[in-house]
């Protein structure tokens, strides 16, 4: 069975500063995918990142990236130069290769001080 | 691309009745999946669907039910509603060519008295 745990249930930042969400999960697959997903208060679910496990350099997107730790199965995101649009509910979530099978934490809230 | 759409957006169903929720994927997506989203359960996996095919289904009771169409269009059907189905019921849809993205709609929110 997979599990994800995220161990914050809540984190605030400063606007502009950088903030760090922790993520661990558990595996026996070989194959799977992570993904950071971000839910803002409109409920729409969107995708931040994603990381093929068998890759081993971090991926980034924009202000957003990822400390992938594969033996440690750690998976955590880090928002640089944090802005009030990134306050929300963010999910680390894993999939097993191609199942259409999301397992997600329990979410963290994100909020941003102006 | 238009996105993943839902309907309906809201819902308000009697224990005890029966709701069919609809998805549709986005254009030349093939797989659409279905998540239960409750503040005490989180996000639970429920079905998904590839190709009219059911491939994976969740740990949830025979009363929770889908199916999709040819056109890739999916519906999730309850059947006896309880009070604990009240939850924001998600759908999501990939390529399943191997990018594994998968992209949400709105989702619908079904509360049940």
């Known amino acids: 069975a997979q599990t994800v745990t995220q161990s914050q249930p809540e984190m605030s930042v400063q606007e502009a500063e950088t903030v760090t969400l922790s993520c661990t999960y558990d595996?026996?697959?070989?194959?799977?995918?992570l993904f950071w997903y971000k839910q803002p208060p409109s409920r729409q679910m969107i995708l931040v990142i994603r990381?093929?496990?068998?890759?081993?350099q971090n991926a980034t997107e924009n202000r957003f990236s990822v400390n992938f730790q594969k033996a440690a199965k750690s998976f955590s995101l880090k928002i640089s130069d944090s802005q009030l649009g990134d306050a929300a509910m963010y999910f680390c979530?894993?999939?097993?290769?191609?199942?259409?099978?999301?397992?997600f934490g329990k979410g963290t809230k994100l909020s941003v001080k102006p | 691309k238009a996105g993943v759409t839902q309907t309906p957006r809201y819902l308000i169903k009697t224990r005890g009745q029966q709701v069919t929720l609809s998805c549709s994927p986005i254009?030349?997506?093939?797989?659409v999946s279905w998540y239960q989203q409750t503040p005490g359960q989180g996000l639970q996996f429920l079905f998904e669907?590839?190709?009219?095919?059911?491939?994976n289904k969740g740990n949830f009771p025979g009363r929770f039910s889908g199916r999709q169409f040819s056109n890739s269009r999916s519906e999730m059907n309850v059947s006896t509603l309880e009070l604990g189905d009240s939850a924001l019921y998600l759908c999501?849809?990939?390529?399943?060519?191997?990018?594994?993205?998968?992209?949400f709609g709105p989702g619908t929110r079904l509360t049940v008295t």
């Open positions: 979530a894993i999939e097993r290769g191609s199942q259409g099978n999301l397992i």
């Open positions: 999501a849809s990939s390529s399943a060519t191997g990018s594994e993205e998968q992209y």
């Open positions: 254009s030349g997506h093939r797989s």
């Open positions: 990381q093929e496990a068998y890759k081993q």
């Open positions: 595996t026996s697959e070989s194959d799977y995918y």
């Open positions: 669907y590839f190709s009219e095919t059911q491939r």
